[in-house]
């Protein structure tokens, strides 16, 4: 019987492995004359050829798709063990669901049902409002979706803005001007970017503002044209806000407003310009309205049941 040692540098043990070795039985499964045992950061493969150089390469295979996308299914081992890399790589590529493959090679897809339709109405309206709890996706989607009409040359640049709103927080003590005080609450748009485009081009656009992030308050006056714009947290825009952006629109451009109306941390006499342009707005043709719920969820499990659970408080 022959043994081989596979190594695992820089891996997440449990990412790669699966929880209590599922991934590796996957395999083993498809090969019951060796056995593979798991020990530290090494997998040892004992058998007879050609199982095991086939086992082998398969772990290869699996080790470099790992490293270009960060992850791995239970669905794409199965595949390498009976199609191979070439495959799997073909039906990444396929996928209707794909938005764009991202930095290091993550896979970037719509993974809900909402989040499909909020992909597909980006492709059929100039103008569209996705909705919903934390948790479902919504930023992360929408920063996607600009960086793929950037890749397309569908836009010449991306601009992402939120409201100024505090938030429970004190933002006047912070150093710096507006943009400086308001930049730590953009990190979740950063987060995004960070996965999407290498850090030296990502560092580029921002220079030559091809990509623009900037509190709501810098786009008064201005005519954003050729451009993929996002409003996040719009539930903190006041009604003359929402219609300082909204009337920004220029030739060529996408718009897409994201934000839970059941977070709003506005003074309780203001009302949300998210809330008022939903109703003022139902009407109008050309606009897309996408409402996401808990059932979007794709952060920790848990997330889900605390969403219901205060869900069911408030009734």
């Given at each position: 019987?022959?043994?081989?040692?596979?190594?695992?540098?820089?891996?997440?043990?449990?990412?790669?492995?699966?929880?209590?070795?599922?991934?590796?039985?996957?395999?083993?499964?498809?090969?019951?004359?060796?056995?593979?045992?798991?020990?530290?950061?090494?997998?040892?493969?004992?058998?007879?050829?050609?199982?095991?150089?086939?086992?082998?390469?398969?772990?290869?295979?699996?080790?470099?798709?790992?490293?270009?996308?960060?992850?791995?299914?239970?669905?794409?081992?199965?595949?390498?063990?009976?199609?191979?890399?070439?495959?799997?790589?073909?039906?990444?590529?396929?996928?209707?669901?794909?938005?764009?493959?991202?930095?290091?090679?993550?896979?970037?897809?719509?993974?809900?049902?909402?989040?499909?339709?909020?992909?597909?109405?980006a492709g059929k309206y100039d103008?569209?409002?996705?909705?919903?709890?934390?948790?479902?996706?919504?930023?992360?989607?929408?920063?996607?979706?600009?960086?793929?009409?950037?890749?397309?040359?569908?836009?010449?640049?991306?601009?992402?803005?939120?409201?100024?709103?505090?938030?429970?927080?004190?933002?006047?003590?912070?150093?710096?001007?507006?943009?400086e005080k308001i930049d730590p609450y953009l990190?979740?748009?950063?987060?995004?970017?960070?996965?999407?485009?290498?850090?030296?081009?990502?560092?580029?656009?921002?220079?030559?503002?091809?990509?623009?992030?900037?509190?709501?308050?810098?786009?008064?006056?201005?005519?954003?044209?050729?451009?993929?714009?996002?409003?996040?947290?719009?539930?903190?825009?006041?009604?003359?806000?929402?219609?300082?952006?909204?009337?920004?629109?220029?030739?060529?451009?996408?718009?897409?407003?994201?934000?839970?109306?059941?977070?709003?941390?506005?003074?309780?006499?203001?009302?949300?310009?998210?809330?008022?342009?939903?109703?003022?707005?139902?009407?109008?043709?050309?606009?897309?309205?996408?409402?996401?719920?808990?059932?979007?969820?794709?952060?920790?499990?848990?997330?889900?049941?605390?969403?219901?659970?205060?869900?069911?408080?408030?009734?």
């Amino acid at each position: 019987m022959l043994e081989k040692i596979i190594s695992l540098e820089d891996i997440p043990l449990v990412d790669f492995l699966g929880v209590q070795n599922a991934n590796i039985k996957e395999i083993s499964s498809a090969f019951p004359k060796s056995k593979l045992i798991s020990r530290g950061n090494e997998i040892r493969v004992r058998g007879a050829e050609p199982e095991i150089s086939r086992i082998s390469e398969i772990l290869e295979s699996l080790i470099a798709h790992f490293h270009k996308y960060g992850s791995i299914t239970a669905n794409q081992i199965k595949n390498y063990v009976q199609d191979g890399p070439n495959a799997v790589e073909a039906s990444i590529l396929a996928d209707d669901n794909l938005i764009l493959i991202g930095n290091k090679g993550l896979v970037i897809k719509a993974r809900t049902s909402n989040q499909i339709k909020m992909v597909e109405a980006a492709g059929k309206y100039d103008l569209v409002f996705a909705t919903g709890p934390a948790g479902t996706g919504k930023t992360y989607t929408a920063v996607a979706l600009a960086v793929q009409a950037l890749r397309n040359k569908e836009v010449k640049k991306i601009i992402i803005t939120r409201p100024a709103v505090e938030a429970g927080e004190n933002l006047g003590f912070l150093p710096g001007d507006l943009k400086e005080k308001i930049d730590p609450y953009l990190r979740p748009i950063y987060d995004a970017l960070d996965d999407m485009i290498p850090a030296d081009k990502l560092k580029l656009h921002l220079e030559n503002r091809t990509i623009e992030i900037a509190p709501l308050a810098y786009m008064r006056g201005r005519t954003l044209k050729n451009a993929f714009i996002q409003l996040d947290e719009a539930q903190n825009t006041t009604s003359m806000q929402m219609k300082m952006f909204l009337t920004r629109m220029g030739p060529g451009s996408k718009v897409i407003i994201t934000g839970d109306r059941t977070q709003v941390d506005l003074p309780k006499n203001q009302k949300s310009g998210l809330i008022d342009s939903l109703n003022i707005l139902s009407k109008v043709k050309g606009i897309s309205f996408i409402e996401l719920d808990s059932s979007d969820v794709v952060r920790h499990r848990l997330v889900k049941d605390i969403l219901a659970a205060y869900e069911k408080s408030e009734t």
